[in-house]
Structures are given as C-alpha cells and as structure tokens.
C-alpha cells in the first residue's frame, strides 16, 4: 500500500500542469494553467519554469507551449506496453485492405488515448497519433470501452450534462448516451456518423483477450458518404472483426 510519505508532491503536481495542455489547450499562460489544473498561480508558475528549464516547455514571456521533449515520456511508456507492438502489424495490414485510416486505443478516465495507429489519409483536422487523447463519449472507440464498464462506472464517467458539443451532431445528454452505450453492448460494435468532426465517421469493435475481457477497441475511420451504413456492414466490420479474432489469442 502507497501511504502518504511515499509520495512526492512535487513530481504529482508537476504531472498535473502537464495534462493541462490538450489539442484544444496548446498555448496556455500561469493563470490558464492555474485554474486547469487545481493549483495555486505561485506552484503553477514554479511548475511550468521548471519544464522550460528542462526543454519539456517552451516560455514566450507570457504563453508557454510543450516541446516535443515530452514525447519521450509518452513513447517510453508506449514502448512497454505489449498491446502497441502486437496491434501495429494488423493495423497496417487492415488499412492497406480497407483504403481508411484505424486506430487502436485504451480507456483512460472520460477520454481515450491512442496507443497505435495506421493512417491512410487525413480526414481530421487536427493529427492524430499514439499518445493522442479524444472524449470517449463522443468517439467510436469511447462509446465501445465505455459499454464494456458496468453501467454505473460508465455513468460516472460521462459526469454531469450536457456534455460539450464538438460539432451540430455530436450527442451530449448522458441519458442518451447511456442509451446508445447499451445498443453498442448488445451489437457488439459502436458507429458515430460526425459527432467528432464534421466529414469524419467510424466504426469501432472491443478488443477482447484470451480471457474473454475488453482490453482496448480499434476502429477504421471514413468519410462521411451516402453509402456509409453499406459500407460499414459490408467492407469495415468484417475486416475489424476479422482483426479482433486475430488479436485475441496474442493478447494473453
């Protein structure tokens, strides 16, 4: 058991002025970070000054932005994880069958994090990469690690709505939400039709171990098409299901 001694607050707070930078928050002042993160401005501006002096943030005087030093943190512990280096080949594989882009990625609070991905084109308007974070409850790969907690987790997770909207489509009523969490639970894959980004839809499927357990999702991305439930039920679900089979024994 970790008591209190054990910890260094330092180092915890330090993590926390980190996380505070997202995709929507890559430039951010003391008072941003101070109010994000929970901590006072004098801990927040000590935390932030410390990265810029280990290269981790880069400083203008008043905004400070992270340097891609911090990548090594991220790819390290990338590296230790089996499910990247197992998952990267079908991935490959998949989106030269398929023309799209997929991904593979774990649950991680409210959001998913990416930890493999294959890109065909560029659909998004922002990168997406390992490492990269997105809400869970508006992304194809979110809604199907969600539907795999038990309900009452998956509630809490969601929080309290309305959730915010990243496009006119995106859902943001957790009741409705939760609803459609149980529809994906029993047909075993979630499909979002541009509820992440204008254009863009996905269909994503668990990714199950040997024991029978969710460990991670992976999904293929499209464009947004008049065909696309076809498309879904014909081309990209056979081939994630076909990849979801052939995963499940590596993973243990």
Known sequence: MITERDRMGGLAKGLAVIETFTA??????????SAASGLDRATARRCLLTLAHHGYADYDGKFFTLTPRVLR??????ATMPLPQIVQPFLD?????IGQSSSASMLDGSEIVYVARAAQRRLMAISLMPGSRLPAFCTSMGRVLLAALPPDEARARLGQGPLP?????TRTDPDAIMAELDHVRR??????????????????????????????????GYPAMADG???VRTRFLPALLSVQQAVRPMLG
């Open 73 to 78: 943190l991220g790819t390290a512990c990338l």
């Open 24 to 33: 929507d928050r890559p430039r951010q002042s003391i008072a941003q970070v």
């Open 229 to 231: 439930a076809d498309q």
């Open 93 to 97: 594989r998949l989106s030269e069958e």
């Open 165 to 169: 909207a990243r496009t006119p489509l």
């Open 187 to 220: 047909q075993g894959f979630a499909r979002i039709d541009q509820e992440v980004e204008i254009g863009l839809c996905s269909v994503a499927v668990p990714l199950l171990d040997a024991r029978g357990r969710v460990v991670a999702a992976l999904n293929v």
